[in-house]
């Protein structure tokens, strides 16, 4: 899933606020919380943030319109300690004899992982806040030391 950072670094980054949000950073945590979208950015429609506007676009589409979860994950807080790792139960569940035992994940049907030492969220349809009988889990956000884990 695509991380606040990865929309951040897309950004023009001068904290214009011609989008209505005082620095680009607020602007990528609007982006990805589906309250404001690319277009909104001006400075963006200059020639030479073509890729960039272009790259941010791709990167959004798979969640809009999409029944999401809403999940960011600010990965530049992220210490990498794994507590969200073994904390989901759809990973306790879909990995028993890794995250269900506390440890690092041994298959690839988990939500969440640290590569690299930070988390990545995928399988996000697995997250029992998607689609339509979604439930309010916090089994994720309540072990993160930093806050790093957020729904908007
Ligand atoms: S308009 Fe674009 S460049 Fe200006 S603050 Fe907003 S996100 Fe940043
Ligand atoms: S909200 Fe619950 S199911 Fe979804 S990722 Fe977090 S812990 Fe897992
Ligand atoms: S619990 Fe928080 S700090 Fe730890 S790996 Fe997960 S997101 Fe990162």
């Known amino acids: 899933m695509v ?10 980054r001068t904290n214009c606020k011609k989008c209505g949000e005082s620095t680009c950073m607020a602007f990528a945590v609007a982006m990805l919380g589906r309250k404001k979208n690319v277009a909104e ?35 530049e807080l992220c210490t990498g300690c794994g507590n969200c790792v073994v904390a ?17 994940p041994t298959n690839n049907k988990v939500i969440f992982k640290v590569v690299d ?5 995928s ?18 956000i309540d072990p993160c030391p930093t806050g790093a884990i957020e729904f908007v």
């Open 88 to 104: 989901c139960p759809v990973d306790v569940a879909n990995d028993p004899h890794g995250a269900g035992m506390g440890c690092a």
């Open 117 to 121: 030492g930070k988390v990545l969220a």
């Open 123 to 140: 399988n996000i349809k697995e997250c029992r806040r998607f689609g339509k009988n979604k439930v309010l889990c916090y089994a994720c």
């Open 3 to 12: 991380t606040v950072m990865e929309l951040y670094q897309l950004l023009p």
């Open 41 to 75: 950015c001006t400075p963006l429609l200059e020639a030479n943030f073509k890729k960039q506007k272009e790259k941010l676009e791709s990167l959004l589409l798979p969640a809009a319109g999409a029944e999401e979860t809403g999940m960011i994950v600010h990965s």
